[in-house]
């Protein structure tokens, strides 16, 4: 968890290696998931790889009971399943309803626990600078109110919120799609298919809103008053849309997607 955010932050302590890709051209590569996670766990930071664990864990908390709460407020039992039997217009009216109650659900989770998010990001995010201006959840919670706010504890939460409606969205009815129109019901392993049709479309539409991602969390440690979240590592951005315009100048916004092979860009 702590390795990827660094990466996703641009903190690259160690030098780029010569590699040689599929065409047998030599390439740069970047030090890896594994390389970097071996060095936030060194004797000097035994505790490295457990930073902003426990809002973390909190944060999933929250989430989880939120989904729970909005799901006995609307209860499963009122919706309408998705069957074979339907005809094309009603299977999609409900997957239209299914995909609303979702969404619903996944918004206000995700309201209710980005406070904790935002904390756990500067905690981990301090590694980078050896700080400890966030030592602790209650004591970050007094700071970001007192420095920032109750805005503070918000940051970031828009591009979050659009790439968890994008992604659902986008699966859903892409699966939904697949299964009516590409996979026949006369082949004898439709059904298998179609079990993992949503699993497929949600790996691949990840890759998608992965930038909505890397916004949100850029933007919840940016001007923080953290060195990983000043120069050199990232200007004060005003915006999460100027953080995006950012990165997408810069070619970096699928920065820290890929944990394992990393080529260095130009």
Not at 215 to 235: E, I, K, Q, S, T
Request: charged residues 15%; positive net charge; proline residues 6%.
């Amino acid at each position: 968890l702590l390795t990827g955010f660094l990466l996703q932050v641009g903190h690259e302590p160690l030098p780029p290696t010569v590699g040689r890709n599929v065409l047998g051209r030599k390439v740069l590569y970047l030090p890896g998931f594994f390389t970097y996670g071996e060095r936030t766990s060194l004797p000097g930071s035994p505790r490295g790889l457990f930073r902003g664990l426990t809002p973390r864990l909190i944060s999933s908390t929250l989430s989880t009971i939120t989904r729970g709460s909005v799901k006995k407020a609307f209860p499963l039992e009122d919706m309408e399943h998705v069957s074979n039997k339907d005809d094309v217009k009603t299977s999609l009216r409900k997957v239209v309803k299914e995909t609303s109650h979702e969404m619903m659900m996944q918004c206000a989770s995700r309201v209710v626990s980005h406070p904790l998010h935002v904390i756990s990001m500067r905690c981990m995010v301090q590694f980078v600078g050896r700080e400890v201006k966030y030592s602790g959840v209650f004591s970050a919670i007094g700071r970001i109110f007192k420095e920032e706010g109750i805005l503070g504890f918000f940051v970031g939460l828009v591009p979050h919120i659009l790439g968890d409606v994008i992604f659902l969205w986008c699966c859903n009815l892409l699966a939904h799609f697949i299964n009516t129109y590409a996979v026949d019901d006369n082949f004898s392993q439709a059904s298998v298919i179609r079990s993992y049709t949503k699993f497929v479309m949600g790996i691949a539409v990840s890759m998608l809103t992965y930038p909505f991602l890397l916004v949100g969390d850029l933007m919840a440690v940016n001007n923080c008053g953290l060195r990983a979240g000043l120069p050199p590592y990232a200007p004060a951005f005003t915006s999460w849309i100027h953080c995006w315009r950012y990165l997408s100048a810069q070619g970096q916004l699928f920065r820290g997607s890929s944990l394992l092979f990393r080529r260095a860009p130009m």
